[in-house]
């Protein structure tokens, strides 16, 4: 996808002086042989590092092949001081892992000792103040340590975009909104840049392409062979076509120190009665492509898409955690997949949610705004939405957020967006979330978290997780087991 970091991860071997070096090379090279037979790409720090002036070698190694992440690698216990004096400098994402025995025969001389190296490498870790990723079992053989090491270059992924990001703001937060306004003091804290422009900024830039007939031409063309017959305004294509190009101009002009950017973009109802449009569907085929456009000005919203789409290098979308389920749409015999069907609720937006994640998908309007604004009359200014049922598949809610008091909190849940025609208008679809009711009510009520959600199209807990706690947020909230109560809630009422 287009606005993501290239990972190129480097396993740096590392070995105390006591044991012989060639136990780290000969189980660095056992891992780098399993990695090339899973085709995991991944590259091979030529110093083993004993001491620190090895960690100083190995880092200059690293600056000068574009090591970007990094796997500690304990052949044997391993030196904790020059090791992460090397995490350290580097700077980047990094994790550990260590060697677990081969066999017998090699207790009675070359026993590398991994379980005290994990422990004293943490230990340096705490001392340094460092973000290091330890999995949950960080003593491996070559084939679990290439596993460790394809889910790490996601969860690096992920930091990297966000320490490399931009989020550009069009317009102020409507007023009935206010849910999606929150401090962005969070948001510099984690190495995101934020820039706040004016609608009128995109307004102006939107009829500066007006003579750019050629590209608008060129991306009509591209609408029409992804709508193919689905399409009932061929004559709105032009103007839809002049405001993508609009705002990948401004992508690609302002972008300026970041290597990445998203749009959190103000669409209602101003919008319609300047720009004579709605931008559901542009907002879908940027979202599709790598770069969320966050509907309502949501930048923690643009932000949480942008994670999710680094976690799974897929499309993602942003809906409203929006309303409950009737009896009378479930069809007999359906599979909740885990959920009860308490735990169901509709995902829903205007009109955003790209095309490939779409079940008989087509471009419509957005039928609040042609009441609101047209009376219910001929849509005109409402048109522009891409409709449709969300695919059956695994999917990922989530969400990162600041609260009033500018401290970062999250959550994840994992789950499927279900088979069930939604009857109804917008991208939406019937999610069904294990313990979502619960979770409902006492993390997003609770904590007050705003009606929108992030979601991928696969099962990526483990990675945000993973990746939210390198970035130093704490406060990570998931679904508790039955029986299992969260604070707050009332024993009694289970």
């Given at each position: 996808?287009?606005?993501?970091?290239?990972?190129?991860?480097?396993?740096?071997?590392?070995?105390?002086?006591?044991?012989?070096?060639?136990?780290?090379?000969?189980?660095?090279?056992?891992?780098?042989?399993?990695?090339?037979?899973?085709?995991?790409?991944?590259?091979?720090?030529?110093?083993?590092?004993?001491?620190?002036?090895?960690?100083?070698?190995?880092?200059?190694?690293?600056?000068?092949?574009?090591?970007?992440?990094?796997?500690?690698?304990?052949?044997?216990?391993?030196?904790e001081g020059p090791t992460t004096l090397f995490v350290q400098k580097f700077?980047?994402?990094?994790?550990?892992?260590?060697?677990?025995?081969?066999?017998?025969?090699?207790?009675?001389?070359?026993?590398?000792?991994?379980?005290?190296?994990?422990?004293?490498?943490?230990?340096?870790?705490?001392?340094?103040?460092?973000?290091?990723?330890?999995?949950?079992?960080?003593?491996?053989?070559?084939?679990?340590?290439?596993?460790?090491?394809?889910?790490?270059?996601?969860?690096?992924?992920?930091?990297?975009?966000?320490?490399?990001?931009?989020?550009?703001?069009?317009?102020?937060?409507?007023?009935?909104?206010?849910?999606?306004?929150?401090?962005?003091?969070?948001?510099?804290?984690?190495?995101?840049?934020?820039?706040?422009?004016?609608?009128?900024?995109?307004?102006?830039?939107?009829?500066?392409?007006?003579?750019?007939?050629?590209?608008?031409?060129?991306?009509?063309?591209?609408?029409?062979?992804?709508?193919?017959?689905?399409?009932?305004?061929?004559?709105?294509?032009?103007?839809?076509?002049?405001?993508?190009?609009?705002?990948?101009?401004?992508?690609?002009?302002?972008?300026?120190?970041?290597?990445?950017?998203?749009?959190?973009?103000?669409?209602?109802?101003?919008?319609?009665?300047?720009?004579?449009?709605?931008?559901?569907?542009?907002?879908?085929?940027?979202?599709?492509?790598?770069?969320?456009?966050?509907?309502?000005?949501?930048?923690?919203?643009?932000?949480?898409?942008?994670?999710?789409?680094?976690?799974?290098?897929?499309?993602?979308?942003?809906?409203?955690?929006?309303?409950?389920?009737?009896?009378?749409?479930?069809?007999?015999?359906?599979?909740?997949?885990?959920?009860?069907?308490?735990?169901?609720?509709?995902?829903?937006?205007?009109?955003?949610?790209?095309?490939?994640?779409?079940?008989?998908?087509?471009?419509?309007?957005?039928?609040?705004?042609?009441?609101?604004?047209?009376?219910?009359?001929?849509?005109?200014?409402?048109?522009?939405?891409?409709?449709?049922?969300?695919?059956?598949?695994?999917?990922?809610?989530?969400?990162?957020?600041?609260?009033?008091?500018?401290?970062?909190?999250?959550?994840?849940?994992?789950?499927?967006?279900?088979?069930?025609?939604?009857?109804?208008?917008?991208?939406?679809?019937?999610?069904?979330?294990?313990?979502?009711?619960?979770?409902?009510?006492?993390?997003?009520?609770?904590?007050?978290?705003?009606?929108?959600?992030?979601?991928?199209?696969?099962?990526?807990?483990?990675?945000?997780?993973?990746?939210?706690?390198?970035?130093?947020?704490?406060?990570?909230?998931?679904?508790?087991?039955?029986?299992?109560?969260?604070?707050?809630?009332?024993?009694?009422?289970?």
């Amino acid at each position: 996808m287009l606005n993501q970091a290239v990972v190129k991860l480097a396993v740096v071997g590392v070995s105390r002086d006591c044991f012989p070096a060639s136990l780290t090379k000969k189980r660095v090279a056992a891992v780098m042989a399993e990695a090339k037979k899973a085709k995991v790409d991944v590259v091979d720090c030529p110093v083993t590092i004993e001491n620190e002036t090895d960690a100083m070698k190995a880092l200059a190694w690293a600056k000068e092949n574009g090591v970007n992440a990094c796997c500690m690698f304990l052949g044997n216990f391993g030196p904790e001081g020059p090791t992460t004096l090397f995490v350290q400098k580097f700077g980047g994402p990094t994790m550990v892992l260590a060697a677990k025995e081969e066999n017998k025969a090699v207790l009675a001389s070359d026993r590398g000792d991994a379980l005290c190296g994990v422990l004293n490498f943490s230990y340096n870790v705490g001392l340094r103040r460092l973000k290091v990723y330890i999995p949950e079992y960080p003593v491996v053989n070559p084939k679990e340590a290439v596993a460790e090491l394809k889910d790490f270059i996601k969860i690096a992924r992920v930091v990297i975009g966000i320490k490399n990001l931009k989020v550009f703001g069009f317009g102020p937060r409507p007023y009935d909104f206010l849910a999606c306004n929150a401090p962005i003091q969070p948001l510099f804290d984690l190495g995101v840049n934020v820039q706040e422009n004016s609608e009128l900024d995109l307004f102006e830039h939107f009829h500066k392409m007006a003579s750019r007939t050629a590209e608008i031409d060129a991306i009509v063309k591209d609408m029409q062979k992804e709508l193919g017959k689905k399409c009932p305004y061929p004559d709105l294509l032009p103007q839809l076509a002049q405001f993508e190009l609009a705002l990948m101009d401004w992508y690609g002009k302002q972008r300026g120190a970041a290597e990445y950017a998203v749009f959190a973009n103000k669409c209602w109802p101003a919008f319609q009665t300047s720009f004579h449009f709605v931008p559901c569907y542009v907002n879908s085929r940027l979202t599709g492509r790598g770069i969320p456009v966050a509907c309502e000005v949501d930048l923690y919203g643009a932000v949480s898409e942008y994670m999710v789409e680094c976690a799974t290098e897929k499309p993602a979308t942003l809906l409203d955690i929006n309303n409950s389920v009737p009896d009378d749409i479930l069809p007999k015999g359906l599979k909740l997949a885990g959920a009860e069907k308490r735990d169901l609720y509709m995902g829903f937006h205007c009109g955003n949610t790209c095309s490939a994640c779409l079940k008989n998908c087509g471009m419509k309007y957005q039928l609040i705004m042609n009441r609101g604004l047209e009376g219910g009359g001929k849509p005109v200014i409402s048109r522009g939405t891409m409709e449709g049922q969300i695919k059956p598949s695994d999917t990922t809610m989530f969400r990162l957020q600041s609260n009033s008091d500018s401290k970062l909190v999250s959550y994840i849940a994992h789950g499927q967006f279900l088979d069930v025609n939604p009857h109804s208008f917008g991208s939406l679809g019937v999610a069904a979330i294990p313990g979502f009711a619960r979770f409902y009510r006492h993390v997003l009520i609770q904590k007050r978290f705003p009606h929108h959600g992030a979601f991928g199209f696969e099962k990526c807990g483990k990675v945000l997780f993973e990746a939210l706690k390198l970035l130093g947020v704490e406060d990570i909230n998931t679904p508790k087991p039955a029986g299992e109560l969260y604070a707050g809630e009332n024993p009694f009422a289970v």
